[in-house]
């Protein structure tokens, strides 16, 4: 109880399970809330527990109070460098999102939080989860802009050479 306490108190609450996040291809490992001031970051630790390598993943982090009632929620997403051909994370990796600000209403300190999975991407294009935040329209829309811009200077550079593109992309 006393160890339950002092995390609590420090923030350093891990996520608790989320019914039907047994079977995830990502699980959330931790959910911590950094001691600084005057703005405490939100920081969610996650794991690969899938057989293929992770393009892209939203998780949804729901704030409560110390009654239990939901207080407010925010998304978390990450997509990888597609111009590179990265990935976030291959099978078995542990990664940490970028620190996010807190749900709104959110006190550090006090109450609680419950990170869950939304919406996973994988290299090979398959997907997984409910995507009840729509990020996955945004993932679509930024591999779109990736395949516009290869496109565009494969032509610039069959057309115009190496300088063109050097240009285009100095502008």
């Not at 390598?53 to 925010?74: L, N, Q």
């Not at 996955?136 to 300088?163: D, N, P, W």
């Amino acid at each position: 109880m006393k160890a339950a306490l002092l995390c609590f108190a420090l923030g350093c609450l891990a996520a608790p399970a989320v019914p039907g996040s047994e079977n995830a291809p990502v699980i959330v490992v931790k959910t911590q809330v950094t001691p600084q001031t005057p703005n405490p970051q939100l920081l969610v630790r996650l794991k690969n527990q899938s057989t293929k390598a992770v393009e892209a993943i939203s998780v949804v982090v729901e704030y409560f109070d110390e009654r239990g009632d939901s207080r407010g929620t925010v998304t978390l997403s990450e997509c990888a460098d597609m111009l590179a051909n990265s990935q976030l994370a291959g099978p078995g990796a542990e990664w940490e999102l970028n620190p996010s600000q807190l749900p709104p209403g959110a006190e550090p300190g006090r109450g609680s939080y419950r990170a869950r999975i939304d919406f996973v991407r994988f290299r090979d294009g398959t997907e997984w989860g409910p995507d009840e935040a729509k990020e996955s329209l945004r993932f679509t829309g930024i591999r779109s802009g990736v395949a516009a811009t290869r496109q565009y200077l494969k032509m610039l550079l069959r057309q115009r050479g190496v300088e063109a593109v050097i240009q285009e992309l100095e502008r």
